[in-house]
Protein backbone atom coordinates (compact mmCIF):
# COMPACT_ATOMS: atom_id res chain seq x y z
CA UNK A 1 0.00 0.00 0.00
CA UNK A 2 1.50 3.25 0.57
CA UNK A 3 0.06 7.29 1.08
CA UNK A 4 0.91 10.25 -0.19
CA UNK A 5 -0.12 14.08 0.63
CA UNK A 6 1.55 17.15 -1.00
CA UNK A 7 0.80 20.99 -0.57
CA UNK A 8 1.19 24.54 -2.18
CA UNK A 9 1.31 27.03 0.08
CA UNK A 10 2.01 31.44 -0.45
CA UNK A 11 4.40 30.61 3.06
CA UNK A 12 7.34 27.96 3.42
CA UNK A 13 5.66 24.64 3.06
CA UNK A 14 8.09 22.28 4.44
CA UNK A 15 6.62 21.44 7.90
CA UNK A 16 3.28 20.80 6.89
CA UNK A 17 4.85 18.35 3.78
CA UNK A 18 6.46 16.93 6.58
CA UNK A 19 3.78 16.42 9.17
CA UNK A 20 1.01 15.45 6.50
CA UNK A 21 3.36 12.68 4.93
CA UNK A 22 4.13 11.34 8.37
CA UNK A 23 0.13 11.13 9.21
CA UNK A 24 0.72 8.26 6.56
CA UNK A 25 2.71 6.15 8.42
CA UNK A 26 -0.03 3.72 8.97
CA UNK A 27 0.46 2.72 5.24
CA UNK A 28 3.94 1.03 4.54
CA UNK A 29 6.95 1.43 6.17
CA UNK A 30 9.59 0.71 3.21
CA UNK A 31 10.48 3.81 2.10
CA UNK A 32 9.75 7.88 3.11
CA UNK A 33 10.14 10.54 0.68
CA UNK A 34 9.72 14.60 0.01
CA UNK A 35 10.35 16.83 -3.00
CA UNK A 36 10.09 20.27 -2.69
CA UNK A 37 10.25 23.30 -5.07
CA UNK A 38 11.73 26.56 -3.81
CA UNK A 39 14.26 29.24 -3.93
CA UNK A 40 16.84 26.50 -5.20
CA UNK A 41 14.55 24.87 -7.57
CA UNK A 42 13.70 21.24 -7.08
CA UNK A 43 15.45 19.32 -3.62
CA UNK A 44 14.65 15.92 -2.81
CA UNK A 45 15.00 13.30 0.39
CA UNK A 46 14.30 9.79 0.45
CA UNK A 47 15.30 7.39 3.61
CA UNK A 48 14.52 3.93 4.18
CA UNK A 49 12.32 3.51 7.21
CA UNK A 50 12.11 0.41 7.53
CA UNK A 51 13.69 0.23 10.58
CA UNK A 52 12.84 3.75 12.09
CA UNK A 53 9.69 5.99 11.75
CA UNK A 54 9.52 8.13 8.93
CA UNK A 55 9.79 11.22 11.16
CA UNK A 56 12.87 10.03 13.16
CA UNK A 57 14.40 9.49 9.33
CA UNK A 58 13.53 12.97 8.12
CA UNK A 59 14.16 15.38 10.87
CA UNK A 60 17.29 16.91 9.34
CA UNK A 61 16.12 16.92 6.64
CA UNK A 62 13.46 19.41 7.51
CA UNK A 63 16.14 22.04 8.44
CA UNK A 64 17.72 21.70 5.16
CA UNK A 65 14.96 21.57 2.40
CA UNK A 66 13.31 24.60 1.26
CA UNK A 67 10.34 25.58 -0.57
CA UNK A 68 6.56 26.49 -0.67
CA UNK A 69 4.99 23.25 -2.46
CA UNK A 70 5.99 20.10 -2.11
CA UNK A 71 4.61 15.95 -1.87
CA UNK A 72 5.79 13.35 -0.26
CA UNK A 73 4.89 9.77 -0.10
CA UNK A 74 5.34 6.69 2.48
CA UNK A 75 5.76 3.51 0.05
CA UNK A 76 5.14 0.20 0.40
CA UNK A 77 7.59 -0.41 -2.54
CA UNK A 78 9.85 1.67 -4.58
CA UNK A 79 11.60 5.03 -3.48
CA UNK A 80 10.13 8.45 -4.39
CA UNK A 81 9.17 10.79 -5.19
CA UNK A 82 11.39 11.39 -8.37
CA UNK A 83 12.86 14.48 -10.05
CA UNK A 84 12.11 14.43 -13.47
CA UNK A 85 13.02 16.59 -16.42
CA UNK A 86 11.13 15.92 -19.91
CA UNK A 87 9.50 18.02 -22.80
CA UNK A 88 6.93 18.64 -20.67
CA UNK A 89 9.73 20.57 -18.30
CA UNK A 90 10.57 19.48 -15.04
CA UNK A 91 8.49 18.48 -11.95
CA UNK A 92 8.31 15.82 -9.05
CA UNK A 93 6.08 13.15 -8.69
CA UNK A 94 4.98 10.21 -6.48
CA UNK A 95 2.22 8.10 -6.65
CA UNK A 96 0.45 5.02 -5.39
CA UNK A 97 -1.23 1.77 -6.42
CA UNK A 98 -0.70 -1.35 -8.35
CA UNK A 99 0.30 -1.92 -12.21
CA UNK A 100 -0.71 -5.25 -13.15
CA UNK A 101 0.74 -4.79 -17.12
CA UNK A 102 3.93 -3.73 -15.74
CA UNK A 103 5.83 -5.70 -18.76
CA UNK A 104 3.73 -4.52 -21.28
CA UNK A 105 3.93 -1.27 -20.47
CA UNK A 106 7.31 -1.10 -20.54
CA UNK A 107 7.45 -2.25 -23.90
CA UNK A 108 5.05 -0.24 -24.67
CA UNK A 109 7.28 3.16 -23.60
CA UNK A 110 10.68 1.22 -25.95
CA UNK A 111 8.21 1.68 -28.45
CA UNK A 112 7.30 5.05 -27.64
CA UNK A 113 10.43 6.73 -27.01
CA UNK A 114 11.44 5.69 -24.01
CA UNK A 115 15.39 4.33 -23.74
CA UNK A 116 16.01 2.88 -20.47
CA UNK A 117 14.51 2.58 -17.22
CA UNK A 118 16.98 2.98 -14.19
CA UNK A 119 16.95 -0.64 -12.75
CA UNK A 120 16.12 -1.42 -8.78
CA UNK A 121 17.21 -4.07 -6.92
CA UNK A 122 15.70 -7.42 -7.80
CA UNK A 123 15.26 -6.44 -11.87
CA UNK A 124 11.80 -4.52 -11.28
CA UNK A 125 11.04 -1.07 -12.56
CA UNK A 126 10.06 1.63 -10.54
CA UNK A 127 6.36 2.09 -11.12
CA UNK A 128 6.51 5.89 -10.56
CA UNK A 129 9.24 6.21 -13.65
CA UNK A 130 7.31 4.22 -15.44
CA UNK A 131 3.98 5.96 -14.74
CA UNK A 132 6.59 9.62 -15.35
CA UNK A 133 7.31 7.81 -18.83
CA UNK A 134 3.63 7.46 -19.64
CA UNK A 135 2.95 10.77 -18.84
CA UNK A 136 5.75 12.34 -21.22
CA UNK A 137 4.45 10.58 -24.12
CA UNK A 138 1.83 13.06 -24.12
CA UNK A 139 1.92 16.49 -25.46
CA UNK A 140 0.83 18.06 -21.97
CA UNK A 141 0.53 17.02 -18.26
CA UNK A 142 -3.11 16.50 -17.97
CA UNK A 143 -3.22 14.35 -21.45
CA UNK A 144 -0.46 12.44 -19.81
CA UNK A 145 -1.92 11.57 -16.98
CA UNK A 146 -5.22 10.75 -18.50
CA UNK A 147 -3.39 8.94 -20.83
CA UNK A 148 -1.53 7.09 -18.01
CA UNK A 149 -4.72 6.54 -16.13
CA UNK A 150 -6.11 4.77 -19.37
CA UNK A 151 -3.21 2.30 -20.05
CA UNK A 152 -2.61 0.93 -16.41
CA UNK A 153 -3.95 -2.31 -15.04
CA UNK A 154 -5.29 -1.74 -11.42
CA UNK A 155 -5.04 1.76 -9.56
CA UNK A 156 -2.49 4.89 -9.11
CA UNK A 157 -3.10 8.11 -7.68
CA UNK A 158 -0.55 11.04 -8.66
CA UNK A 159 0.26 13.80 -7.14
CA UNK A 160 2.84 15.59 -10.16
CA UNK A 161 4.69 18.62 -8.81
CA UNK A 162 5.61 21.70 -11.49
CA UNK A 163 7.31 25.09 -10.72
CA UNK A 164 3.95 26.45 -11.30
CA UNK A 165 1.86 24.06 -8.98
CA UNK A 166 0.59 20.96 -8.09
CA UNK A 167 -1.62 18.42 -10.42
CA UNK A 168 -3.44 15.76 -8.47
CA UNK A 169 -4.96 12.78 -9.80
CA UNK A 170 -7.27 10.27 -8.49
CA UNK A 171 -7.13 6.76 -10.02
CA UNK A 172 -9.57 5.84 -12.87
CA UNK A 173 -12.15 4.08 -10.97
CA UNK A 174 -11.51 5.69 -7.58
CA UNK A 175 -10.28 2.72 -5.57
CA UNK A 176 -8.13 5.26 -3.53
CA UNK A 177 -9.13 8.56 -2.32
CA UNK A 178 -7.79 11.75 -2.98
CA UNK A 179 -9.01 14.77 -0.59
CA UNK A 180 -7.86 18.42 -0.77
CA UNK A 181 -8.09 20.61 2.43
CA UNK A 182 -7.96 24.14 2.30
CA UNK A 183 -6.46 27.27 4.96
CA UNK A 184 -5.86 30.90 4.28
CA UNK A 185 -3.13 30.96 1.65
CA UNK A 186 -2.77 27.12 1.35
CA UNK A 187 -4.17 23.82 0.03
CA UNK A 188 -3.26 20.51 0.51
CA UNK A 189 -3.73 16.79 -1.24
CA UNK A 190 -3.76 14.24 0.57
CA UNK A 191 -4.49 10.35 1.30
CA UNK A 192 -5.99 10.56 4.52
CA UNK A 193 -7.89 13.78 5.19
CA UNK A 194 -7.52 13.42 9.01
CA UNK A 195 -3.54 13.88 8.04
CA UNK A 196 -3.84 17.86 7.54
CA UNK A 197 -6.77 18.64 10.38
CA UNK A 198 -3.88 18.99 13.14
CA UNK A 199 -2.17 21.47 10.34
CA UNK A 200 -5.03 23.92 10.10
CA UNK A 201 -6.42 22.82 6.79
CA UNK A 202 -10.03 22.33 6.24
CA UNK A 203 -12.05 19.69 4.61
CA UNK A 204 -12.13 20.96 0.90
CA UNK A 205 -13.28 18.69 -0.94
CA UNK A 206 -12.88 14.69 -2.53
CA UNK A 207 -11.94 14.25 -6.10
CA UNK A 208 -14.24 12.36 -8.41
CA UNK A 209 -12.65 8.72 -10.03
CA UNK A 210 -10.38 9.94 -12.94
CA UNK A 211 -10.43 13.34 -11.63
CA UNK A 212 -7.57 15.58 -11.98
CA UNK A 213 -6.88 18.83 -10.31
CA UNK A 214 -4.25 21.53 -10.44
CA UNK A 215 -3.24 23.07 -7.07
CA UNK A 216 -2.16 26.27 -6.56
CA UNK A 217 -2.96 28.32 -2.89
CA UNK A 218 -5.95 30.19 -3.62
CA UNK A 219 -7.55 26.91 -4.89
CA UNK A 220 -7.92 23.52 -6.69
CA UNK A 221 -9.17 23.98 -10.52
CA UNK A 222 -10.73 20.68 -11.89
CA UNK A 223 -8.42 19.90 -15.21
CA UNK A 224 -9.99 16.47 -16.33
CA UNK A 225 -13.51 15.98 -14.91
CA UNK A 226 -14.40 12.43 -13.08
CA UNK A 227 -15.91 9.36 -14.18
CA UNK A 228 -19.31 8.46 -13.43
CA UNK A 229 -18.12 4.95 -12.08
CA UNK A 230 -16.69 4.19 -9.13
CA UNK A 231 -15.15 1.11 -7.28
CA UNK A 232 -13.26 2.42 -4.14
CA UNK A 233 -11.96 -0.66 -1.63
CA UNK A 234 -14.37 -1.44 0.59
CA UNK A 235 -10.97 -2.62 3.22
CA UNK A 236 -10.22 0.59 3.56
CA UNK A 237 -13.00 0.57 6.11
CA UNK A 238 -12.84 -2.49 7.28
CA UNK A 239 -8.85 -2.62 8.12
CA UNK A 240 -6.34 -0.31 6.54
CA UNK A 241 -8.16 3.45 7.16
CA UNK A 242 -6.87 5.42 9.95
CA UNK A 243 -9.94 5.60 13.00
CA UNK A 244 -10.16 9.35 11.83
CA UNK A 245 -10.65 8.99 8.34
CA UNK A 246 -13.68 9.30 5.90
CA UNK A 247 -13.76 8.31 2.50
CA UNK A 248 -17.22 9.72 0.38
CA UNK A 249 -18.32 11.06 3.70
CA UNK A 250 -18.57 7.44 5.38
CA UNK A 251 -16.31 7.75 8.83
CA UNK A 252 -14.10 4.64 9.69
CA UNK A 253 -14.60 4.83 13.50
CA UNK A 254 -18.17 4.78 12.60
CA UNK A 255 -18.39 2.43 10.33
CA UNK A 256 -16.53 -0.19 11.76
CA UNK A 257 -19.08 0.23 15.58
CA UNK A 258 -22.12 -0.49 12.80
CA UNK A 259 -20.20 -3.15 11.26
CA UNK A 260 -19.26 -4.77 14.73
CA UNK A 261 -23.37 -3.98 15.69
CA UNK A 262 -24.69 -6.31 12.60
CA UNK A 263 -22.46 -9.15 13.47
CA UNK A 264 -23.79 -9.04 17.17
CA UNK A 265 -27.07 -8.90 15.56
CA UNK A 266 -26.82 -12.48 13.69
CA UNK A 267 -24.81 -14.23 16.51
CA UNK A 268 -26.15 -16.76 19.50
CA UNK A 269 -23.08 -17.09 21.98
CA UNK A 270 -23.15 -15.68 25.18
CA UNK A 271 -19.54 -14.98 26.20
CA UNK A 272 -18.21 -13.09 29.37
CA UNK A 273 -16.41 -10.46 27.27
CA UNK A 274 -16.00 -9.29 24.32
CA UNK A 275 -12.47 -8.08 22.52
CA UNK A 276 -10.92 -6.78 19.55
CA UNK A 277 -7.53 -7.90 18.38
CA UNK A 278 -5.69 -4.24 18.32
CA UNK A 279 -5.80 -1.76 16.99
CA UNK A 280 -8.21 -2.21 13.49
CA UNK A 281 -10.25 -4.85 15.26
CA UNK A 282 -11.06 -3.03 18.68
CA UNK A 283 -13.45 -0.30 17.36
CA UNK A 284 -15.72 -3.83 15.80
CA UNK A 285 -15.67 -5.15 18.87
CA UNK A 286 -16.97 -1.70 21.01
CA UNK A 287 -19.52 -1.97 18.13
CA UNK A 288 -20.41 -5.21 18.95
CA UNK A 289 -20.37 -4.77 22.75
CA UNK A 290 -22.91 -1.58 22.03
CA UNK A 291 -25.05 -3.64 20.53
CA UNK A 292 -25.03 -7.51 22.39
CA UNK A 293 -24.78 -5.65 25.98
CA UNK A 294 -22.12 -7.98 26.19
CA UNK A 295 -19.10 -5.77 28.47
CA UNK A 296 -16.26 -4.76 26.19
CA UNK A 297 -12.42 -5.58 27.54
CA UNK A 298 -9.00 -5.53 26.52
CA UNK A 299 -6.88 -9.04 27.54
CA UNK A 300 -4.28 -8.31 25.78
CA UNK A 301 -2.91 -4.53 25.27
CA UNK A 302 -0.70 -3.43 22.20
CA UNK A 303 2.81 -2.34 23.13
CA UNK A 304 2.69 0.58 20.98
CA UNK A 305 5.83 2.77 21.45
CA UNK A 306 8.24 0.13 19.35
CA UNK A 307 6.33 -2.43 17.64
CA UNK A 308 4.73 -2.08 14.32
CA UNK A 309 1.50 -2.88 12.34
CA UNK A 310 2.61 -6.59 11.62
CA UNK A 311 1.90 -6.40 7.73
CA UNK A 312 4.65 -4.37 6.81
CA UNK A 313 8.04 -6.38 7.08
CA UNK A 314 8.81 -8.02 3.53
CA UNK A 315 9.29 -11.69 5.40
CA UNK A 316 6.32 -13.87 7.26
CA UNK A 317 8.48 -15.08 9.70
CA UNK A 318 8.83 -11.30 10.82
CA UNK A 319 5.46 -10.58 10.39
CA UNK A 320 4.51 -13.97 13.11
CA UNK A 321 7.19 -12.36 15.35
CA UNK A 322 5.87 -9.11 15.95
CA UNK A 323 2.38 -9.97 15.57
CA UNK A 324 3.13 -12.11 18.83
CA UNK A 325 5.68 -9.95 20.24
CA UNK A 326 3.24 -6.73 20.40
CA UNK A 327 0.42 -8.06 22.38
CA UNK A 328 1.15 -8.57 25.72
CA UNK A 329 -1.75 -10.39 27.65
CA UNK A 330 -4.24 -9.21 31.25
CA UNK A 331 -4.17 -12.33 32.88
CA UNK A 332 -7.03 -11.63 34.87
CA UNK A 333 -8.84 -10.60 32.07
CA UNK A 334 -8.34 -14.18 30.08
CA UNK A 335 -8.22 -16.53 32.64
CA UNK A 336 -10.95 -18.98 33.06
CA UNK A 337 -13.40 -16.70 30.51
CA UNK A 338 -15.38 -16.93 27.42
CA UNK A 339 -14.25 -14.29 24.61
CA UNK A 340 -15.82 -12.90 21.57
CA UNK A 341 -12.90 -12.07 19.79
CA UNK A 342 -13.32 -9.48 16.63
CA UNK A 343 -10.42 -9.37 13.91
CA UNK A 344 -10.41 -7.59 11.14
CA UNK A 345 -10.05 -10.44 8.68
CA UNK A 346 -8.44 -13.64 8.52
CA UNK A 347 -6.12 -13.88 5.58
CA UNK A 348 -3.47 -16.79 5.85
CA UNK A 349 -4.80 -17.23 9.27
CA UNK A 350 -1.30 -17.66 10.55
CA UNK A 351 -1.25 -14.33 13.30
CA UNK A 352 -5.14 -15.39 14.65
CA UNK A 353 -4.18 -19.03 14.92
CA UNK A 354 -1.44 -17.82 17.21
CA UNK A 355 -3.21 -15.13 19.01
CA UNK A 356 -5.83 -17.38 19.89
CA UNK A 357 -3.31 -20.42 20.88
CA UNK A 358 -2.13 -17.42 23.10
CA UNK A 359 -5.35 -16.73 24.96
CA UNK A 360 -6.02 -20.71 25.87
CA UNK A 361 -2.46 -20.59 27.34
CA UNK A 362 -2.93 -17.71 29.64
CA UNK A 363 -6.07 -19.64 30.67
CA UNK A 364 -9.16 -18.76 28.24
CA UNK A 365 -11.54 -21.15 28.57
CA UNK A 366 -13.19 -20.36 24.52
CA UNK A 367 -12.43 -17.94 22.13
CA UNK A 368 -15.18 -17.42 19.02
CA UNK A 369 -13.59 -15.66 16.30
CA UNK A 370 -15.91 -13.44 14.23
CA UNK A 371 -14.16 -11.43 11.42
CA UNK A 372 -15.20 -8.28 10.66
CA UNK A 373 -15.86 -8.99 6.63
CA UNK A 374 -16.04 -12.02 4.69
CA UNK A 375 -13.75 -14.85 3.87
CA UNK A 376 -11.12 -13.12 1.60
CA UNK A 377 -11.48 -16.09 -1.26
CA UNK A 378 -9.48 -13.94 -4.07
CA UNK A 379 -6.23 -11.99 -4.18
CA UNK A 380 -6.67 -8.36 -4.57
CA UNK A 381 -5.69 -7.34 -7.96
CA UNK A 382 -6.03 -3.42 -7.71
CA UNK A 383 -4.48 -2.70 -4.44
CA UNK A 384 -1.14 -3.98 -3.11
CA UNK A 385 -3.34 -4.74 0.78
CA UNK A 386 -1.46 -7.89 1.54
CA UNK A 387 2.32 -9.05 0.97
CA UNK A 388 0.73 -12.62 -0.38
CA UNK A 389 2.43 -13.71 -3.68
CA UNK A 390 -0.52 -16.18 -4.78
CA UNK A 391 -3.88 -16.65 -4.02
CA UNK A 392 -2.85 -20.03 -1.89
CA UNK A 393 -1.34 -17.99 0.50
CA UNK A 394 -4.78 -17.36 1.93
CA UNK A 395 -6.69 -20.10 4.00
CA UNK A 396 -9.47 -19.92 1.76
CA UNK A 397 -8.01 -21.07 -1.38
CA UNK A 398 -5.79 -23.66 0.56
CA UNK A 399 -9.22 -25.51 1.49
CA UNK A 400 -10.54 -24.97 -1.25
CA UNK A 401 -8.43 -26.58 -3.45
CA UNK A 402 -8.11 -29.49 -0.80
CA UNK A 403 -11.79 -29.79 -0.71
CA UNK A 404 -12.14 -29.83 -4.58
CA UNK A 405 -8.94 -30.04 -6.56
CA UNK A 406 -9.08 -29.38 -10.31
CA UNK A 407 -12.36 -28.23 -9.81
CA UNK A 408 -11.25 -25.52 -7.46
CA UNK A 409 -11.21 -22.59 -9.93
CA UNK A 410 -14.86 -23.28 -11.33
CA UNK A 411 -16.08 -23.73 -7.53
CA UNK A 412 -14.89 -20.49 -6.11
CA UNK A 413 -18.38 -18.72 -6.53
CA UNK A 414 -20.07 -21.02 -4.54
CA UNK A 415 -17.93 -20.53 -1.75
CA UNK A 416 -18.52 -16.98 -1.37
CA UNK A 417 -22.40 -17.45 -0.95
CA UNK A 418 -22.82 -17.94 2.73
CA UNK A 419 -26.16 -19.64 2.27
CA UNK A 420 -23.83 -22.83 0.67
CA UNK A 421 -23.17 -25.67 1.91
CA UNK A 422 -19.80 -25.42 0.35
CA UNK A 423 -18.90 -22.02 2.10
CA UNK A 424 -20.76 -23.75 5.83
CA UNK A 425 -18.51 -26.58 5.46
CA UNK A 426 -15.12 -24.67 4.50
CA UNK A 427 -15.92 -21.92 7.47
CA UNK A 428 -16.41 -25.53 9.84
CA UNK A 429 -12.77 -26.31 8.69
CA UNK A 430 -11.13 -23.30 9.54
CA UNK A 431 -12.52 -23.01 12.42
CA UNK A 432 -10.67 -26.58 13.24
CA UNK A 433 -7.81 -25.65 11.82
CA UNK A 434 -7.77 -22.43 13.84
CA UNK A 435 -9.06 -23.88 16.52
CA UNK A 436 -11.66 -21.83 17.33
CA UNK A 437 -14.22 -22.41 19.65
CA UNK A 438 -16.42 -21.15 17.38
CA UNK A 439 -16.35 -19.27 13.80
CA UNK A 440 -18.91 -16.61 11.92
CA UNK A 441 -17.79 -14.33 9.42
CA UNK A 442 -19.16 -11.36 8.27
CA UNK A 443 -21.70 -11.44 5.57
CA UNK A 444 -21.16 -9.55 2.66
CA UNK A 445 -24.43 -7.60 2.22
CA UNK A 446 -24.24 -6.29 5.74
CA UNK A 447 -21.01 -5.20 5.50
CA UNK A 448 -21.80 -3.12 2.45
CA UNK A 449 -24.64 -1.87 4.62
CA UNK A 450 -22.31 -0.69 7.36
CA UNK A 451 -20.04 1.12 5.00
CA UNK A 452 -23.81 3.03 3.54
CA UNK A 453 -23.13 4.04 0.33
CA UNK A 454 -24.12 2.08 -3.01
CA UNK A 455 -22.58 -1.37 -3.38
CA UNK A 456 -22.31 -0.45 -7.12
CA UNK A 457 -19.46 1.95 -5.37
CA UNK A 458 -17.79 -0.56 -3.86
CA UNK A 459 -15.16 -2.69 -4.74
CA UNK A 460 -15.64 -6.39 -3.19
CA UNK A 461 -13.36 -8.15 -5.53
CA UNK A 462 -11.88 -9.99 -2.80
CA UNK A 463 -14.66 -11.59 -1.06
CA UNK A 464 -16.95 -12.48 -4.39
CA UNK A 465 -14.79 -12.18 -7.71
CA UNK A 466 -16.77 -9.43 -9.50
CA UNK A 467 -15.05 -6.46 -10.92
Known sequence: MGGIFGVVSKEDCVMNLFFGTDYHSHLGTRRGGMAVYGPRGFDRAIHNIENSPFRTKFERDVAELEGNMGIGCISDSEPQPLLVQSHLGSFAITTVGRINNEQELVAYSYKNGSTHFLEMSGGGVNATELVASLINQEHSIVEGIRHAQQLIDGSMNILLLTKDGLYAARDRLGRMPVVLGKKPGSV?????NFAYYNLGYQDY???????IVFITPDGAETVS???EDMQICSFLWVYYGYPNSSYEGVNVEEMRYRCGSMLAKRDNVSPDY???VPDSGTAHAIGYANESGIPFSRPFIKYTPTWPRSFMPAHQSQRNLIARMKLIPVHSLIKG????LIDDSIVRGTQLRETTEFLYQSGAKEVHVRPACPPLVYGCKYLNFSRSKSDLDLITR???LEREGDRAEDMLSDYTDPNSTNYQEMVEEIRRQQNFTSLRYHRLD?????IGIPPCKLCTYCFNGKE
Open 205 to 211: RELGPGE
Open 446 to 450: DMEQS
Open 337 to 340: KSLV
Open 274 to 276: VAG
Open 398 to 400: RII
Open 225 to 227: RPG
Open 188 to 192: CASFE
